[in-house]
């Protein structure tokens, strides 16, 4: 008989482990990109999903507002970087009475969870959705690459 309270338990410990590990890489590798290009400090940061499926790893970010021209998108090594920035759409002479929506620069950072075929990543911004695709690999190692963002037509 298997204690499903213990394998309860370091489930839940797995997944926090998880958790601090993603707030460690996004506050602590932000700067410069491997290509010595500076990254925006971080103002905010937008809710993802990840999906794990069968061939590849599937990342949906929610950014509404956010232009393409504004993402840049990385794959270098193990990680996968999304930053950019929501420009201000209203003038910064005018007196806010509440301002709840994120603006400004934003990073993250996901520690891919496998080899991945780094030069067939694809990117889309959709609908303020930026989903994207990271086909698995099973052999060799994951080299820089920056990846293009397409807007929807």
Same mark, same amino acid.
């Given at each position: 008989m298997v204690d499903t309270t213990k394998n309860a338990f370091i489930d839940e410990?797995? !997944?926090m482990k998880n958790r601090m590990e993603e707030l460690f890489l996004n506050s602590f590798e932000t700067g410069q990109s491997e290509a010595g290009e500076e990254m925006d400090s971080v103002g905010w940061m937008p809710a993802v999903d990840v999906v794990d499926a069968e061939k590849e790893i599937i990342y949906m970010l929610d950014l509404p507002g956010v232009l393409e021209d504004d993402l840049r998108v990385e794959c270098k090594s193990d990680r996968l970087w999304v930053s950019g920035k929501k420009r201000e759409d209203v003038p %910064?002479?005018? !007196?806010?009475l509440l301002a709840e929506r994120p603006r400004g620069p934003f990073s993250r950072v996901f520690k891919l969870p496998c080899p %991945?075929?780094?030069?067939?990543?694809?990117a889309e911004l959709k609908k303020g959705v930026l989903r994207i695709v990271v086909p698995k690999e099973c052999s060799s190692a994951s080299r820089t690459r920056k990846i293009v963002v397409r807007g929807e037509d």
């Open positions: 410990l797995k !997944a %910064v002479s005018e !007196a806010f %991945v075929l780094s030069d067939q990543i694809q």
